[in-house]
């Protein structure tokens, strides 16, 4: 009965634009439209400019045969399939409809970022490829300038891409074969070259090999080859997210089903494990002008990181990292090391909410080489500011108690300590506003601080007599005896201890504004000018019965060229808690302006200085550089008037009291379309903590033409006339990708850092790297700088 009405359609249709339904499936039509459709053996034949209409699955083609029982569609002729958001395209296929199965040959197709080509197309299950002899690019070009040439292929669209048997073509030219290759694509390149040159380790070769362990878990192995250094080889896994923000969100109507569902789907677990050793075969090279003590030639590193939530409120935190010296970092992961010279190690329990928070914490020292503070363990319990009796009165508070114990480096002279310490502060708040336009916060709160143990170190000097053989005028050895004063750190104890301290404070602000609706200027980007100025004052007082001078030192205060905070909970040395009074003055002024119907701050200036009536020494009065009854006057400048345009000034001077001067400044201008500078300065004199230092930094980017580019970087210093930095690099435009070659040479205090860079950045794929890369950049922890 079928088949008639399918001839009764096609005698209706006839043999000149002809458009027929055959059937359907699922409660889904089969439309088919075509210059000539007919009838055959029960199978359906459409010819020229063809047109197969199923569910989301569109297929043009010149000549076409369906048949109805298997649901396969046969196709010759400029066949074109799209299907799901991709495109192939090939000379001959046979497509199921049902079961969504292709065979083609002579095809193209793409898969994001990807294009690619093969003399065979199959499926692999519901959505999966296999293809023969294949060719992958990322280039849209007819004559690409790179490809892989694959003998099979598997492609997993939105998952990865396996190559077996593979060739890299630049232009016409293979230059590289692999047995293997795993492409993810939603992570990096599983296998990379990096060849280079730095001087600490020589002519180097660096080869990362990535890998899927499980559908959330990939592996790395690392081989490296240092011509100075020997070979290193190492292993790495990554899970989860990774580094998303370890802070979870709630909503009240959500079920707990929900929230887990939630919590999953954004992916807030992560993890990493890394792995890494060297046998050192130079293990004492040192590029640097601090003197370097015996390293053994055995170095590693093994680190873990994760993040794992148990409940949409409730996660643990693992950071362990264990380095087998203390210049691992320095010498095999600069970058890190620039970032975190002294890795921690701790695990952590956290529950998290709205208005509160407690923390379960052990951190432990493992590196001995290191200064550390263990807390085994240490509970933390924080309440955040929330209204009580009404919505006048807030409170907040933080309580900790646990097991402290310092640990210095090992060889250093300090002496370490331990103590219990139970602390809990609390605090009553009243912000308001008076009279319509003053705002007043004051606020009072009590800490109470239990040590079991306190004491403090004590400096002096000991006298240490050597005796030393050395041969006399009769070529007799005489036995000769001398003495020399040694530095002694002596830790004095003085039992168990309760801190009260008793906090007050006010916090005062109002503002007044005056707008300029004539000020229009296209050159500098303003439509109208509104002024806002904002006095502000915080006037803070502490009384506490024992100064930090006679408390061990675990959360202690740590020297800076900026002010302190003086409001609590933002002042965290629990144990450098002094007596004090200060106030703080202070004025912001912003000017604001439209932009693409938003308002924008045009510039900013926060301008305030502290007057210290009762000024803290937190138990050292060495740690403070400005000791005056008047702070330096602070000053913190924005102006970002065009968006090719900002300058940024974070000065302070003493202008009111005698201290020091610190000027930071940065400064980018877009001068064309072809040319990007930035100068930067940063100097410092007078401070007591730090070196004096008058440090301008440049960068320059110039684009030549269409095709190459130029860019610079320096770094002098003036205080002791030292070319402490400069790089050089220039890149060429190569269609589908973007060569850099590079020079940079470092500085460091009359010993030199020589690194050359050659960078291959394929133009549509930035984050995933080529099979070949040429970039010391790439390379794990070390953040590009040589």
Known sequence: ???????????????????????????????????????????????????????????YCDYAQYNPDTRDVFLTGNVRIYREGHLFTAERAIYNLETK??????????????????????????????????????????????????????????????????????????????????????ADQSFTFIPGYYSVWGAYLMTQYTFPISDTISGKFRLDLYSQRGIGIGFEARWGAEKRSATPFSKATETKEEKQARNVQHGENWGHFLSYFVNDSDPGTNKTALAREPINPNRYRVSLQDRTFLDPELYSTINITKLSDARFLQDFEPGEFRENPNPDSMIALTKWSENDSAILMGRKQINKDFDGTEKLPEFALDVKRQPVFGDSLYYDSETSLGMYKRNFARGSLFPDYKSFRADSYHQLSHPETYFGWLSLNPHVGVRGTFYDNSGFTQSGFETVEQTNTVIGPDGLPVTVKSTTQQQTETLVQRGSLFRAAVTAGVEASFKFSRAYEGVQSRTWGLDGLRHIVEPYMDASFVYTNHGPDTIYQFDRF??????????FPQFNAVDSLDNWSIVRLGVRNRFQ??????????LELNTYFDVNIDRPDFGNPSLLADTGTFSNVYNSLRWAPLPWLGLTIDSQFPILDHGFTQVNSSFAFQVSRDLTVSIGERYINGNTQFENSNLISFSGYYRINDNWAFSIGEQYEFETSTLEAQSYQISRDLSSWIASFGFSVQDNGGKENVGVILTFTLKDLPTVRLPVTFDPSTIAGQGGSK
Do not use: C, H
């Open 1 to 59: 009965m079928k088949r008639l009405l399918y001839s009764l359609a096609l005698l209706l249709l006839g043999a000149s634009g002809a458009r027929a339904q055959f059937g359907s499936f699922g409660d889904v039509p089969i439309e088919i439209t075509s210059e000539s459709t007919r009838m055959e053996g029960g199978i359906a034949i459409a010819d020229r400019d063809v047109v197969i209409r199923y569910k989301e699955t569109m297929i």
């Open 101 to 186: 199965v292709l065979n083609a040959a002579d095809f193209r197709g793409d898969v994001t970022p990807f294009e690619f080509a093969g003399e065979s197309l199959s499926t692999l299950g519901s959505n999966a490829y296999l293809v023969k002899d294949g060719i992958f690019t990322t280039s849209d070009n007819s004559k690409p300038d790179w490809y892989i040439r694959a003998k099979t292929v598997r492609i997993y669209p939105k998952d990865r891409v396996v190559f077996s048997n593979v060739n890299l073509y630049v232009g016409k030219t293979p230059v590289f074969w692999y047995p293997y290759l795993y492409q993810s694509l939603s």
């Open 558 to 567: 740590v020297p800076s060229t900026q002010v302190p905070p003086i409001d």
């Open 593 to 602: 302006t439209r932009r693409d119907n938003q308002t924008m701050n045009w």
